[in-house]
């Protein structure tokens, strides 16, 4: 259970590694928060809410004594909950699954994935062992921020233990495509694993899209411009660019210490007036360093004229030393260097400075201030904050951005020359573009970029994010209302219990049952048609169900029992078991013979959609399809069939994952309202799923019941989140 000591409303942050630094010397421990623009702009939020850091620090104690300090050290003074790990789980869950499988995989580089079931184990536990230590130090009223790819599977716990908590999710490397994403066998477990979030962010429009793609592809949620539906939640997703802290940079650029290192590198690497070319990467193989290296000797080969009068600095931050991909990384890397500083280099002058090593912040802001191009070309990243770094730091508005196309800042950067890292061509003619520039267009490229990366910077990110949980909470508590809580459940209970004539208009598909691939599949259960029944036979009651189905199928599957049918959404009604059906308007189907054949165009175009054909009506369903395909080829169809039946008798309706012509004027509307006029009711309950029945709800009368199950917009009063509880609605009614 929560410690009593903890605080309520509280903004609790949790990533794999705390913002802190641990280190030991001559036996004492010293914690030192960790710079950075993150870490600082999180902290930064301390002074809207409480908050609370949680992670791991990013050390092993040696003795229970030494966690103990150290868990004592970070709750009071650092405002975290420490969570350690062992090194097996380091090696299993970090070292392995995490960066041998997911990394890999949401970067392209599926030849670098393992798929270890120990390794997914150990994620699975870790996972857990960051949830149990956490809910020892939270409750249901604070809100949690979970971070990026090491912890995907946390947000569904949290949901299972603090269902009305708010969570919100960032995914900080980019998102595959559905295709690769379907690759991982535990892909089904880390979809459902972020799905517990409220609001799940990323860095741009394209990786939230194809995780949308991946959610409907694997676990058939649709979503409504980034709102999925699951089961009484609404879940978000949208894209947040992450930021740097652009006004830090400057003020750094502007202290005394920082314009002496500039003086110095100046002095040390622009002899002669040679132009600076610099990158700085994590040494990994997602940043293209291979890649880049082959054309910049390409680029000396083509272009002997520049030789001299340039020198690239190249800066690789150690990383994940103990993977065996990245020792061989460097290894190709530095020999990359030495062949091109061997082929084209002479005693005074080496084309490339390798520097392999992590610098300082402040140290690495001297190299942006100097650097004339920056080079920044990763195979694929999520952002890329070092050309934000570089576009912050030229205060002078010169300077030249060149930037792969496949890096997240790309869709924000646009005035940088955008290169495709795979083309050599590419980056040697963006090199000689950049050499050449005047000062007046760097000028206006470089200051577009820069006000940009002033507004939207670090602080407008965490911002934005806190701001979109904060819009889902207040979403909530709207839906909250409209929903049909037990408060007003029982005051319909009640008024059903006092009617003396109750008239209950129920749709099939979807509200009664779930829908199936194939419709012939949605056939009534025991329990749906023991519950129908039951209702049917109560002597107060005039039971109706009104479907799109056709009149045989709903003959088959519901002519026993004892209530009126209304087919193909009004065109057809049977009043009770000793009625026979009767047409409600008579029309041509002369035009069937027409339409039938476009149709079927589009039952061959899209594989797994077929055509229904009704007595008085035509249906293409999609359901079965892909699901972008079959949105793409619906609203074609859609559109063309719009066009062909103007002038004509008949009506145009889009519905789940179908599209219908039935005649016009003929609509669940209309079958109410004959209904409503068979009698005089004093209790009225509709229960609908679609648009379809929208026109069932508009023409009810004041005061009925109106239920729309699931989620969008509707003129029902209330909603139920799906068949299961509308049908736990009816047997509440049964026992009435």
Known sequence: MPSAKRKSGRLIIVSNRL?????????????????????????????????????????????????KFIDSTLREKHSCLPIFLTRREIDKYYYGFANRTLWPLFHYFTSYCTFEKSEWEAYQHVNQKFFKEIIQDSAETDTFWVHDYHLMLLPHLLRTYFPQTDIGFFLHIPFPSSEIFRILPWRNEVMEGVLGSDLIGFHTYEYARHFLSSVLRLLGYENEFGAISIEDRIVMVDNFPMGVDAQNIMTLLRQESTKKDIKKFQKAVKKKDRKVILSVDRLDYSKGIPHRLKAFESFLSQYPEWREKLVYIMLCVPSRTRVKDYAFLKQEVESFVGKINGRFGNPDWMPIYYLYRSLPFERLLPLYAIADIALVTPVRDGMNLVAKEYVAARTDDSGVLILSGTAGAEAELGEALVVNVYSREDIVDALIQALEMSEEEQSRRMRTMRQRIIDYDIHHWTRSFITGIEEIKNLKSQREHWKLTDKWKKKLLSAYHSGKKRLLMFDYDGTLISFAKKPEDAKPDVELKKLLLLLAKKRKNHLAIISGRDRLTMEQWLGDIPCTLVAEHGAWIRVDTRSSWKAQKTVSTEWKSQVMPILKTYEARVPGSFVEEKEFGLAWHYRKASPELGEIRSCELFDNLNEFLANTDMQLMHGNKVIEIRPRGVHKGQAAQNLLMM????????????????????????????IKIGYGTTKARFFLDSPKNCRRLLHDLTKI
Do not use: C
């Open 19 to 67: 913002p802190v630094t641990i280190t030991k010397r001559k036996g004492k421990v010293a914690i030192q928060p960790s710079p950075g623009g993150l870490a600082t702009a999180l902290r930064a939020l301390q002074t809207e809410k409480e908050v609370v850091f949680s992670g791991w620090p990013g050390y092993i104690p040696e003795s229970r004594n030494e966690q």
């Open 679 to 706: 009698d005089t009711y004093d209790f009225v309950l509709a229960l609908g799923d679609d648009w379809t029945d929208e026109d069932l709800f508009r023409a009810l009368p004041e005061g009925a019941y109106s």
